[in-house]
């Protein structure tokens, strides 16, 4: 069966069988965030229940101040994720000013009983309504029929509380396998091909520049990839930065060098899976300096993959 996916607004109302449900923004879907998952689906065995996920359109900080916030995955990544697993029902409740106001049995009349969700899992941490007043304190003193409620403890590796935000911060200090393993998956970046500098082309190794949009830009370096286009996977060789070497520019790009590929792919989505980090970025003394790295860059990735 096909999961079901429902935009929320404070009038929705749907018509659903009972199910249980985590809730939160879920950014990566780490190993912290899988062990609510992993609830979820052993409570819908137990009690017959539909399996659920409830989320937000948005990071709840992004509205709140932080307007620049950076994310370690798309919404579609999720959903995809969701399937994968069985997931019957899919909550995106369209997240503003307004219903930042709610307070928190607003919130839980007009989201979770209302769509007849009768068992929550949420983490420990977990704060909703107006100034995070809702806790998991008030959510444990709700006299309810119908409605249970599972708080899962801090999830920990090696003593490290496993987090988004600290999973951003590995990202961000170029620790990609220590990050990989947290989200137990390649951390990936979906965008569009858009057109750059063509500078790489003009030295051997034409680049698809990739439109990284509001996702968490890793250490600027070398990377070896994966690269998925048109269904397709192909080798490749990214590179994060500022391309100091041929002419520095003012944003950090993505560009990818995917090995054994060349067509016109100018406004087509693609993905992109890092699989390890290389080398940082530097500056060389001449472009033909350049070339002769990205050549090594190029073997020691495919010798990688072999």
């Known amino acids: 069966m096909v999961m079901k996916v429902f935009y929320l607004k404070p009038d929705s109302s749907y018509s659903l069988e009972p199910s249980v449900c ?15 998952l992993k609830r979820v689906e052993k409570i819908a ?24 916030f950076k994310y370690l995955m798309s919404l579609q990544s999720k959903i995809a994720i969701l399937e994968k697993r069985g997931f019957d029902y899919f909550f995106i409740i369209e997240f503003n000013q307004d219903i930042s106001q709610y307070s928190p049995t607003s919130f839980l009349e007009c989201y979770l009983y209302k769509n007849n969700i009768e068992h ?17 304190r008030f959510l444990k003193n709700i006299q309810k029929e119908n409605f249970s409620v599972d708080i899962i403890e801090e ?19 170029g620790q990609l396998e220590q990050a990989n393993q947290l989200l137990s998956r390649p951390y990936r970046i979906s965008g569009k091909v858009i ?29 070896g990839v994966y690269f998925y286009h048109d269904g397709k996977c192909y080798l490749g ?27 016109d ?6 993905d992109v899976d890092f699989m390890f980090r290389v080398r940082d970025e530097r500056k060389f003394a001449s472009l033909d ?18």
């Open 265 to 270: 792919i100018y406004g087509k989505e693609v």
């Open 195 to 223: 057109y750059g500098l063509q500078n790489g082309r003009k030295i051997g190794f034409p680049t698809a520049n990739v439109d990284a949009g509001h996702y968490v830009i890793l250490k600027k370096g070398v990377y």
């Open 22 to 36: 985590a809730i939160g923004y879920f950014d990566g879907v780490h190993l912290g965030h899988q062990q609510l």
């Open 120 to 136: 929550l899992v949420c983490g420990f941490d977990f704060h909703f309504g107006k100034n995070g007043q809702g806790d998991t």
């Open 155 to 173: 999830y920990d590796v090696d003593g490290v509380k496993v987090s988004s935000s600290f999973i951003r911060n590995k990202l961000e200090e």
């Open 289 to 306: 300096d350049l070339k002769q790295q990205l050549k090594r860059d190029e073997r020691f990735i495919r010798h990688y993959f072999d």
């Open 45 to 68: 065995q137990v009690k017959n229940m539909k399996k659920a996920l409830m989320t937000f359109s948005c990071h709840p900080k992004e509205i709140l101040g932080k307007k620049d």
């Open 237 to 263: 060789m990214a590179n994060v930065g500022l391309n100091p070497t041929v002419g520095e520019i003012t944003k950090i790009s993505l560009e990818v060098n995917v090995f054994d590929f060349d067509e």
